[in-house]
């Protein structure tokens, strides 16, 4: 018996080279590397070629069993627990508007101020803003005063005793002027108040003096006035009812 069993291994150890000459080359080694381990561990040849599982492919799975049951990715942090917020500031509401009581330009009087106190006012002396505000109403008005001509403003016609006779408001625009203008206004004393009117004729004479004719209410003759320069204002004589008397041209 046991020299059949050395026989039978002798033989097969000489028919494995000539079994291995026989069968041809394998084109795949690996292949057949495979096929014996998977028959040496009991696997069918389709599951020892499957390549394993690679790290991409088990976080897809991962990812895929993290996915709810409708399909939409859970949010990992939904579970996670919040910080607890933050107290709110104590509150304090705002101070209460207290307007500001408005001040008072006028003096504080005990008494009402009399029309002949002249040295008293009921207001409050002007502001820097206010004299500024004047200062330049006043520049104004004298530059305008001063493109105008000689006999431009108003005026007051005196007797030599030095009584009133009539106002004269005059315009003249300066030198080159042909035409000048004017109104009068009775001064009288003893005659009713709006003897009034416009001048009629008022010219310059050759001599540097002015011509001035005007008709009284209720007069027949018209009243003249002849005056040449003088000083700060004017003499000459006044005609008038049939009378001539020697007169004064000064401003108001």
Partial sequence: ????????????????????????????????????LAAAEGMDDDAAESPTATAPDAAAASQANSESADGDAEDPGAGAALPAPAPPSAYSPPAPYTPIAPTSRLPQLDRPVMIDELSRTPEAPPTQVEQAYESRVRGGLNAAQGLQGPLDG????????????????????????????????????????????????????????????????????PSILQLDPAGGGWNGTLWEAGNTRSVTLRRQ
């Avoid at 033989?11 to 026989?22: D, E, F, I, T, Y």
């Fill in 1 to 36: 018996m046991r020299q059949a069993f050395v026989l039978a291994a002798v033989m097969a150890l000489l028919a494995g080279p000539v079994l291995a000459q026989q069968q041809p080359a394998s084109s795949d080694p690996i292949g057949d590397v495979l096929s014996g």
């Fill in 154 to 221: 108003g005026w007051v016609v005196r007797g030599t005793d030095g009584r009133t006779l009539y106002g004269l408001q005059l315009v003249d625009k300066g030198t080159g002027a042909v035409t000048l203008e004017g109104a009068w206004r009775s001064l009288k004393q003893g005659q009713p108040a709006g003897q009034v009117g416009l001048v009629d004729v008022i010219e310059r004479t050759a001599a540097g003096g002015v011509y001035i004719r005007f008709l009284p209410r209720g007069a027949q003759d």
